[in-house]
């Protein structure tokens, strides 16, 4: 174990509610750090999205000390604390797990372990750095201080033996490398590329968490082209193996629309920019009342694979046949009638994303968005009231012929 010398965190860089429940723990006896992101992202003088804390205490006796929170988790559970909107992960020091030789993918992970155990099952060294609030240090059992100084991804353990336990990490190290600037070790550079396809057997879920994850980071246009330079994009999605250029600029524009949160847009967008490159290109020889049919034929096989969302693949859909639509300036009622759509932000935020299907001089951009402020300025909201039809008295039939 290596302990820095001074604080490299100073205490007011925290904010109240992990002081508060790091506090509690100390106060009730147990060890608690914060670990992970946070302290990395502290240590590189970036702001951290999310303070995440490890401890001794046990899941239900970490509930007992917290009124709010609850214990969540299969795979590993784990305790939520919530302070009104924003909810702190607490989790209990994990040992390694012990997988099976002949398949060693992780599929358990809930063996309670030490602090030190737990800084060595964790994924990148630094990633599994703890801060010791109490004392003011930061604890560093793998060397991840010295990883950060050099700017380099560096896998705990032998990278190709953490690959076959979970080739997520392959996503993983491609965003971290992208959203810090790091290179990855030859290494681990090395093992991703054998285990690239591995990625296949992983849980699609978690791949599409990591996809969204990877479009909305910051970086997110590099961490790709690391993927596609290991052979893993071609895995996650074969028909954009290898992307277009636009596809790398539509992804960086996505990444300054979300501000580098997850949340900072949402799940549809982003599906509709990874789709783009696929669907337009079929969109642009289509009439245009066959839109929605030919945008739906492109993307079903890989919305069905990939698991995503119906009601994200719609919205996706929707947005990415409408950008055809604007191409055109809105000088025909059937052309306005689409600054009435419930989704026309959407789709407006995906034209500025993507830039306009085919090249189009003068652009009517600028006189939809100014549709959508005159919408806005109407107080329309984005819906259009329909008129209710007023039934005629006598059964609402229609009128009988005059005698």
């Known amino acids: 174990m290596e302990a820095a010398p001074a604080p490299r965190i100073a205490p007011e860089q925290i904010p109240p509610d992990p002081t508060k429940v790091l506090r509690r723990l100390s106060g009730a006896g147990f060890d608690a750090y914060l670990v992970g992101g946070c302290v990395r992202d502290l240590l590189l003088d970036l702001h951290p999205k999310d303070f995440d804390i490890a401890t001794n205490a046990r899941p239900r006796q970490i509930k007992r000390l917290f009124r709010n929170s609850r214990i969540i988790g299969r795979r590993f559970r784990l305790v939520h604390v919530q302070f009104g909107d924003h909810i702190l992960e607490v989790s209990t020091f994990r040992a390694p797990p012990q997988p099976d030789e002949a398949d060693p993918m992780i599929r358990q992970d809930n063996v309670f372990g030490t602090e030190e155990q737990d800084a060595f099952r964790r994924d990148f060294t630094i990633n599994a750095l703890f801060y010791d609030l109490e004392r003011g240090r930061v604890i560093d059992h793998v060397g991840g201080l010295d990883d950060l100084a050099a700017r380099r991804m560096r896998m ?26 790091f290179e990855l070790t030859p290494e681990l550079r090395d093992a991703a590329r054998v285990h690239a396809r591995d990625l296949g057997k992983a849980a699609t879920p978690r791949v599409l968490e990591e996809i969204y994850r990877l479009l909305s980071g910051r970086g997110g246009a590099q961490a790709f082209r690391i993927l596609e330079d290991l052979g893993a994009f071609s895995v996650i999605l074969p028909e954009l193996s290898p992307p277009p250029e636009s596809f790398y600029a539509s992804v960086e524009r996505l990444s300054e629309m979300s501000g580098g949160g997850r949340t900072g847009v949402p799940q549809s967008l982003m599906i509709a920019v990874l789709l783009a490159p696929l669907v337009l290109p079929r969109l642009i020889d289509t009439p245009a009342h066959d839109y929605e049919a030919v945008a739906t034929d492109v993307m079903r096989p890989i919305i069905l694979r990939m698991t995503v969302a119906r009601r994200d693949a719609t919205i996706a859909r929707h947005c990415l046949a409408a950008q055809m639509r604007l191409l055109e300036p809105p000088a025909t009622r059937p052309l306005r009638r689409l600054a009435f759509n419930d989704l026309f932000e959407e789709v407006l935020a995906l034209r500025r994303i993507l830039g306009p299907a085919v090249h189009v001089d003068p652009d009517p951009l600028p006189e939809w968005e100014a549709l959508l402020g005159q919408r806005e300025e109407g107080g329309h909201g984005g819906r259009r009231r329909r008129r209710r039809r007023r039934r005629r008295r006598g059964g609402g039939g229609p009128p009988a012929p005059p005698a």
């Open 156 to 181: 705990i353990g032998d990278p190709d033996l953490r690959l076959r336990e979970d080739p997520v990490r392959i996503l993983r190290a491609a965003k971290f490398a992208g959203r810090l600037g």
